[in-house]
């Protein structure tokens, strides 16, 4: 049986897929692919009626990035959409922990009974969880400012591999209600 | 003042007790130390009851006394307990009347607190009055604290004596039993295929004792064997000499009987009954020896969950702290059967009891029951698995191998380690704290609710 971690770490990283596309892709065809697969998101989150932080930020971004390019098609939309793209995480990570609601947090919920949803136990735990990848996103940036060394890149999968790691773990080693 | 110190180990003074006394020797330079190497003399003890006649007017002269000794098998050294039972039956008893004394032991605090009760309980028996007790690890006197603290137990005992102290008695006299049991000889009731040994010291002298054996003997429609410590041939006490320590072999090896009959009673008994007589506050200085010896085997369990019981004759109930050593000893590795002794004072209650004894032994034995251990035997393996970790896994080459193989090493997990760490951290948020506060009892249970609901119970 899958593990509860697992579970929420399946159900952020499909809410990534607009970032996955924005970065993966070649051109300006990243921009629109990424802005395409936030509205879809948001239209599931809608449909299936969970809210979900990450998703609302996403499609904001993307929609911001896609107006901008269109606008003034500065290429450094393109060409720096790593680093931009991970200090908005960074941000997302640390603005939602400010206001107390860690993105990852509506992500977990469907992975746990109602209940727990609203346990501080679970709030703590998510709090921690998106500490972890407000770091990790925030090194990611960093790095990517400094070097596009594919030794650099590895690192960054490693950091990102790490956080994974951690995001599964840590909600299950919690005593859960 | 002037001071004896009973030394109670085998390797006089080299001992690494003695180095402690040598030390309060040398730190007090205007008092005067005398040594008797009690175990390394006791063969003259033994021959010459002139020679311990003299060595009570040398304790009679003394202001103080100091039994100092290291740990040996749960207790002191056989040898020093046959100097404490030669005490007993010579009645030298008036020599150690009023005389203030302190109890010194170094050890690695396996079981050092039942070797204390049982000096305690001498002390009491011969009227002394002690005034501290201290037990030292081996290298403690390396460490000045602790340095300190022997010099604080050493004023202690000048304290006593010199203000007069005295001291209150904690163990009263176990007291005596003349009731002579009988056995009723029965047709055995118990028919089993399993191998039953009964060890013990049990002399000709020892009518109750070997009644019980009869009668345990008579229920059981099947040989059991008796080996009898008082046959076998011994070259001598454990020496302390750790040559064992490498590959589990004795220095008397192949040099007197015990090591070729205790590996025929692991290898040959599925049920192992120990039968002894009291002698002062423990079983004799014989079954010491036996224990003494077993040093062989090192730290390393030899038992492999056998069933094991004891048939005592004597004040068992009122020793309890025989009983924790007995107990203690049975958990390392075999299965408790239980205790009897001869306290009941009547005839077919005993009769009953025995047989129900040897029914339970087989019963357990045929079930393959293995008793989890509790804190005596969960301690001693802590303790053990600690020491041969460090230090004392350097010299037990093959403690360490055993320990490493059967996974005896193993301290608390990774994982548990960093669950912890984080609950640790979790647990200073204050809400998290709050609500962990509200729901600990439930998370306490959550786990074998769990459990339950897989085992379709719920």
Redesign the interface.
């Known amino acids: 049986m899958m593990s509860k971690g697992l579970r929420i770490a399946l159900n952020v990283t499909v809410g990534f897929v607009p970032l996955i596309l924005y970065w993966s892709l070649a051109g300006e065809w990243s921009l629109y692919a990424g802005a395409i697969a936030a509205v879809l998101l948001t239209l599931r989150m809608i449909y299936r009626q969970a809210r979900s932080i990450s998703t609302i930020y996403l499609v904001g971004y993307m929609l911001v990035m896609n107006t901008l390019y269109l606008l003034t098609h500065w290429t450094w939309i393109l060409s720096m959409r790593h680093v931009i793209s991970y200090l908005a995480l960074a941000l997302l990570a640390f603005g939602s922990i400010y206001f107390d609601k860690p993105y990852t947090l509506y992500e977990a919920r469907k992975a746990y009974t109602k209940s727990f949803e609203t346990s501080p136990l679970f709030l703590e735990v998510n709090i921690l969880v998106t500490q972890i990848w407000g770091v990790v996103y925030g090194m990611a940036a960093l790095l990517r400012m400094m070097s596009h060394h594919h030794a650099v890149i590895m690192g960054i999968h490693v950091l990102i591999a790490g956080a994974v790691f951690a995001s599964i773990k840590i909600p299950d080693l919690m005593p859960e209600a | 003042m002037n001071w004896l110190i009973l030394n109670g180990s085998p390797k006089g003074e080299l001992s690494v007790t003695m180095q402690s006394m040598k030390y309060l020797e040398k730190t007090h330079r205007e008092d005067h130390f005398e040594y008797i190497h009690v175990v390394k003399e006791l063969n003259t003890f033994e021959a010459q009851q002139d020679k311990l006649e003299a060595l009570g007017r040398q304790i009679h002269k003394a202001d103080a006394v100091i039994w100092a000794f290291p740990l040996y098998h749960m207790l002191v050294h056989a040898a020093y307990k046959r100097f404490i039972e030669l005490i007993f039956e010579n009645q030298l008893e008036p020599y150690f009347q009023g005389k203030v004394t302190g109890v010194f032991s170094t050890s690695i605090h396996f079981y050092d607190h039942t070797a204390h009760n049982y000096m305690h309980g001498i002390c009491d028996d011969l009227g002394m009055h002690l005034s501290d007790a201290l037990s030292h690890d081996m290298d403690d006197l390396n460490h000045a604290f602790r340095r300190k603290e022997l010099d604080q137990f050493f004023e202690n005992i000048q304290q006593t004596a010199s203000e007069n102290w005295g001291s209150a008695k904690l163990y009263y006299p176990l007291g005596e039993s003349r009731w002579r049991y009988d056995a009723t000889m029965i047709q055995p009731v118990i028919k089993t295929q399993k191998q039953i040994t009964i060890l013990t010291d049990a002399t000709p002298h020892d009518h109750n004792l070997n009644q019980m054996i009869s009668r345990y003997q008579a229920s059981v429609d099947q040989e059991v064997h008796i080996a009898n410590l008082n046959e076998w041939k011994a070259r001598g006490h454990c020496l302390g000499c750790c040559q064992c320590a490498f590959e589990n072999r004795c220095v008397y090896h192949d040099k007197d009987d015990y090591r070729q009959k205790l590996d025929a009673i692991l290898e040959h008994s599925d049920i192992l009954i120990f039968a002894g007589r009291m002698h002062d506050r423990y079983l004799s200085s014989r079954f010491k020896w036996f224990f003494d010896r077993s040093f062989c085997y090192t730290h390393t369990p030899i038992y492999g969950g056998k069933q094991m019981g004891f048939m005592i004759s004597g004040p068992l109930s009122r020793c309890e702290n025989l009983k924790q050593i007995l107990e203690a000893y049975v958990q390392m590795d075999g299965n408790l059967i239980g205790f009897i002794s001869d306290e009941c004072e009547d005839q077919t209650k005993m009769d009953e009891n025995l047989t129900a004894f040897a029914k339970r032994s087989v019963y357990y034995s045929e079930s393959h029951y293995q008793r989890t251990s509790n804190f005596l035997g969960v301690g001693a393996l802590k303790i053990f698995r600690d020491a041969v970790a460090g230090h004392l896994g350097a010299i037990f080459t093959e403690d360490y191998r055993y320990y490493k193989k059967h996974n005896m090493l193993a301290f608390p997990s990774y994982?548990e380690r960093?669950?912890a760490g984080?609950?640790r951290?979790?647990m200073g948020?204050k809400?998290?704290q709050?609500?962990?506060r509200k729901?600990m009892i439930?998370?306490m249970i959550?786990p074998h609710l769990k459990t339950l609901e897989k085992l379709g119970l719920k």
């Open positions: 994982k960093i669950q984080l609950m951290y979790f948020k809400r998290f709050n609500e962990v729901k439930h998370f959550k």
